[in-house]
């Protein structure tokens, strides 16, 4: 068999940590023994490793790689997630649910939300999200597969999981260890590119070693060591739009039964993260150092944890925002290299997952042909945008009255995003395209959880008299109820099918 004799024949992966190991899994997986795969990492600097919540998509990345559900579950400690419950986000006493799958099911060509916005501003004041079988299920801490039957109401929720960040990043370098990837202990102190300010060519470590790639992958986090220091690509600075610059974290003993859904509590300066695995809770403090100091941070942070408290608090400092270019020459940043994005709605897994699944698409060979990068590139700037955007959407949205929340609500928010809101509020009109990562049902969580009540609904609502809307809805309602005491507690569904192997 005759090899291109331009095709690729080495990767460097700079950097360990979530961001490095699952791009060495996926690639080796992928390029099989036909690319050598090295992976770069340095032991003392150690990984941010919160990413402890995921998005459903992380599903079918870890069956891509033929990984069981089962023996990852156990092998990371991970617990299932049904979804968000933010708490205190429109105005401080509300909450509400942010569901992974749909609300309820359409009985009508007039969809649920239109029903549901007309009987609301005729007073019915029953919340939008008792129409989620996720929040049917999280409200009592139940949890089972969804049943494979579309015309059953047990088939409209869909999960992800929370889990040992740490755990997963051994379970992959594992994986891609089996599958010939080598691993070098070292710091990176210098990047070598070809002649004047070309490509690069290699990394030197700190004992002089020289590590040498056609193809290097940035997974040197928030340092951006090859796409930042070495290649000079700039970083877009989005803390206009999302100020939140610190998180503290601070892991605790579980208490009470384990909830399949992670919690967002908005507190005087940011927000609260509740993350439970089988072994441990996660929690966080997300802030704005202009309107509260650290010290106050924690305090908020250490109040408000149950339980008690298994470790130090660690602190983090970071700018929201993403490099100008993820690809420049021949590197690719991935996870924290590429940019942040505070852990609101749990992206900064799906974000490593996409970027590798992106490049494994558009791998390039030694030539390194400019329109790979540049594909790369819109598609990574259209998804980090869009996600942007919801996030802002969040605080957008809020009626809160401390004076980080009020600015927020003030603050203009990019246009794209000002476009949607207004189709919204005007009458109930989701103009999201298809393509984007949190599709309607995410949307709506968020606008009427919050309190963002269209002034319209669907002008066909009212042309179909013989619909009678607020039986089906009762209906509806009594189903899902129904449906989610049929489905076991969360905790007895992972003693009987996957108890973490080392509960430590």
């Known amino acids: 068999m005759n090899h291109h004799p331009d095709r690729l024949r080495s990767i460097a992966i700079i950097g360990g940590g979530s961001a490095g190991w699952m791009a060495a899994a996926a690639l ?25 919540a995921t998005i459903p998509p992380i599903k079918a ?4 790689l033929g990984i069981d559900e089962i023996d990852f579950i156990k092998a990371t400690g ?16 509300s909450r509400y649910f942010h569901p992974f799958g749909t609300h309820g099911a359409d009985f009508d060509r007039v969809g649920l939300h239109h029903w549901w916005v007309r009987a609301h501003l005729a007073g019915d004041s029953t919340p939008f999200d008792d129409y989620s079988l996720c929040k049917a299920l999280a409200q009592e801490n139940r949890f089972g597969p969804p049943v494979d039957n579309p015309r059953d109401v047990r088939s409209t929720h869909d999960y992800a999981y929370h889990f040992d960040a740490g755990r997963y990043a051994r379970m992959m370098r594992g994986y891609a260890e089996a599958r010939g990837v080598t691993r070098s202990e070292g710091k990176v102190v210098d990047v070598g590119r070809e002649g004047e300010g070309g490509r690069i060519a290699h990394v030197r470590l700190a004992d002089g070693r020289e590590i040498a790639a056609d193809f290097f992958v940035d997974c040197t986090g928030f340092a951006g060591l090859l796409i930042g220091r070495a ?44 993350i439970p695995l089988q072994h441990r809770q996660g929690n966080g403090h997300v802030y704005c150092s ?59 897994l799906h974000l490593i997952q996409m970027g590798v699944e992106r490049l494994i698409r558009l791998l390039p ?37 401390e004076p980080f929340w009020r ?23 989701l103009v999201s395209p298809d393509d984007e990562l949190f599709r309607n049902p995410s949307w709506l969580a968020v606008y009427l959880g919050q309190g963002v009540i269209p002034r319209g609904y669907d002008r066909l609502a009212d042309l179909r008299p013989q619909v009678d809307a607020p039986a089906q809805l009762r209906r509806l309602r009594d189903v899902i109820r129904g449906a989610a005491a049929t489905f076991p507690a969360h905790d007895a569904f992972i003693a009987r099918h996957c108890r973490a192997t080392e509960v430590a």
């Open 407 to 429: 600015a927020r609500a003030a603050a203009a928010i990019p246009e794209e995003l000002a476009y949607k809101v207004k189709h919204f509020v005007h009458d109930a009109r």
């Open 28 to 52: 080796a997986f992928a390029v099989g023994d036909s690319v050598t795969i090295k992976l770069v990492e340095s032991d003392e600097i150690g990984t941010v490793g919160v990413g402890e």
């Open 290 to 348: 202009n309107f509260t100091s650290d010290d106050e941070a924690e305090a908020v942070l250490r109040a408000n944890v149950a339980g008690p408290m298994l470790g130090d608090a660690r602190q983090l400092r970071f700018t929201t925002g993403r490099r100008e270019q993820a690809w420049s020459y021949n590197c690719v940043s991935l996870g924290l290299a590429a940019g942040f994005m505070e852990p609101l709605e749990s992206t900064s």
């Open 231 to 274: 290649l000079g690509v700039g970083y877009q600075d989005w803390s206009r739009w999302l100020p939140c610059d610190r998180a503290i974290a601070l892991p605790s003993a579980n208490h009470g039964p384990l909830a399949p859904h992670t919690r967002s509590t908005a507190h005087v300066a940011g927000w609260q993260w509740r």
């Open 78 to 93: 991970a617990t299932f997630k049904l979804g968000i419950e933010f708490v205190g986000w429109g105005d401080s006493d």
């Open 365 to 401: 060979d030694r030539n390194h042909d400019p329109l790979n990068a540049e594909e790369f590139n819109r598609a990574t700037v259209n998804e980090w945008e869009r996600i942007r955007d919801f996030l802002i959407l969040h605080y957008h949205a809020n009626r809160r009255c």
């Open 61 to 64: 990345f870890n069956a891509s």
